[in-house]
């Protein structure tokens, strides 16, 4: 299950082999560099625990045990909402979806830009402070989100959120982020979850070449505008919550 043991054909992207890195580490088979470079292979994205028969999550322990080795990049400042209202929709990059979602729904919206889904990143390897910033900045608001991460940190904070819908009803619906257990022609993850790309880029870049080679002309409905960029960008053909430059819709 695991998409990038699939996509790279590498025993050591198994999650049976990078779970066994730690033990081998403490009984001093491994030198520590060697060990981060043995984790390095997972993206998170929970495909197998779905699959796990006792249900252990790989990818979150797997973080947790990296965590104090890789120094936590700090998350952004968050930046001040523009407009009153009490619906905010979250900008990642240089997304501009939220002007249409607004006209399409009717819906008065304020607005608010991030470029690293709200600290994301800075949460999950252990930052401190990040989920009290983001429950202090958005107090009395709800979020309207296309990213899977930004949504992760605002449940975690305890911030309403909502994910936009998906945009086509004849595609085949990408759960994304450890969503429901992949069934027949869905994607276990596109290799855009987590900052993989910029830690190992061959892998990140392999997973989504395979997966757009197994879609072959079926077009997905991807409800993270961060995945529906990086499938377009490797050739997908996708529809979603995105007018990025470089994501033109099919
Ligand atoms: S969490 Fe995803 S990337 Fe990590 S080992 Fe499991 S299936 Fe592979």
Do not use: Y
């Amino acid at each position: 299950m695991c998409p990038v043991a699939v996509a790279t054909g590498a025993e050591a992207a198994t999650a049976a082999s990078m779970m066994a890195v730690p033990l081998l580490l403490e009984r001093g088979a491994l030198a520590p560099a060697d060990a981060l470079a043995g984790t390095s292979l997972c993206l998170g994205c929970g495909a197998c625990t779905a699959h796990c028969k006792v249900h252990i999550p790989v990818g979150q322990r797997l973080a947790a045990w990296r965590a104090p080795q890789v120094a936590p990049p700090p998350p952004d400042p968050l930046t001040p909402i523009e407009g009153g209202a009490r619906i905010v929709c979250v900008l990642t990059g240089s997304s501009a979806w939220s002007a249409r979602w607004s006209e399409a729904t009717g819906v008065e919206v304020a607005v608010v830009s991030t470029n690293d889904s709200l600290g994301h990143a800075a949460w999950r390897l252990g930052h401190p402070g990040v989920l009290e910033g983001v429950a202090s900045h958005f107090a009395g608001r709800e979020l309207v989100t296309g990213s899977g991460a930004v949504e992760e940190v605002a449940r975690a904070a305890g911030v309403p959120v909502r994910r936009l819908p998906a945009p086509a009803a004849d595609a085949v619906f990408h759960p994304c982020h450890a969503g429901p257990r992949p069934g027949p022609g869905q994607l276990a993850c596109c290799g855009r979850r987590e900052g993989f790309p910029e830690r190992e880029p061959d892998a990140a870049r392999m997973v989504a070449e395979e997966n757009v080679r197994l879609l072959g002309d079926v077009i997905t409905s991807c409800a993270d505008e961060e995945c529906a960029c990086w499938l377009r960008a490797h050739g997908g053909r996708v529809v979603g919550p995105t007018d990025s430059p470089g994501c033109t819709d099919v």
